[in-house]
């Protein structure tokens, strides 16, 4: 059965700290999509990013970064230098690779950056 | 173009009603994808449209049914209301094909039923 665990239910930093959100998932698959989406108060999903299982690559965004292991089965994101606009939930999400390719999300991350 | 856009955004019911909710797809999008967010939890899979059809389908029960329209816009309809039915329901868009890419997710509806 395919998983997404979000251990962190809830990180508060102060503002200009570093911060990572953990993702670990499961899968028999050998080939899927992960993704991670911030869910800010008014509630849509927004992108941030989408990797794909041959892709272990590690990626970099501005002050977004993203940690891609597939040994590990984990997927961590991480925020540099924080802000308070960054406060929100994020999910980390797995994909299928056919039919429907719907989402098996985590539980989410709130993250508060305080002032 | 426009993203996706949901109606209502929030909704009160009555244990035992019934509920229809909006969907209108991102331009040039043509499969939509509805997903129940409960509470601090992450989004769940209902189901999906493509071409009028039902294309796939989670662990919800048939009182939660879909339609989707030659404009590619949807409803989700959830008859005899449960109060665990309360939740946001979210609406998602793709390209059939590009779907691996990823969705576009509209704000959602918020129900709430007492």
């Known amino acids: 059965a395919q998983k997404v665990t979000q251990a962190q239910t809830e990180i508060s930093v102060v503002e200009k700290e570093d911060v990572t959100l953990d993702c670990v998932y499961e899968t028999r698959d050998t080939t899927y999509y992960l993704f991670w989406y911030k869910q800010p108060p008014s509630g849509e999903l927004v992108f941030l990013i989408r990797r794909n299982s041959f892709d272990e690559q590690n990626e970099i965004s501005g002050r977004y970064s993203w940690n891609f292991q597939k040994s590990t089965s984990s997927f961590n994101f991480t925020i540099t230098a924080s802000q308070v606009v960054d406060s929100a939930v994020y999910f980390c999400a797995l994909s299928e690779t056919s039919g429907t390719y719907k989402y098996i999300f985590g539980t989410g991350t709130r993250l508060k950056v305080l002032a | 173009e426009t993203g996706v856009t949901q109606s209502p955004t929030h909704l009160i019911k009555t244990r035992g009603q019934q509920v229809t909710l909006r969907c209108s797809s991102q331009s040039g999008h043509n499969t939509v994808s509805w997903y129940q967010q409960a509470l601090g939890q992450g989004p769940q899979f209902i189901f999906q449209y493509y071409r009028e059809e039902e294309n796939g389908r989670g662990n919800f029960p048939p009182r939660f049914s879909g339609l989707q329209f030659p404009n590619y816009s949807s409803e989700l309809n959830v008859n005899a209301l449960e109060l665990d039915d309360s939740a946001l329901y979210l609406c998602?868009?793709?390209?059939?094909?590009?779907?691996?890419?990823?969705?576009?997710f509209g704000s959602g509806t918020r129900l709430t039923v007492v």
């Open positions: 998602a868009s793709s390209l059939i094909g590009r779907e691996s890419y990823g969705y576009t």
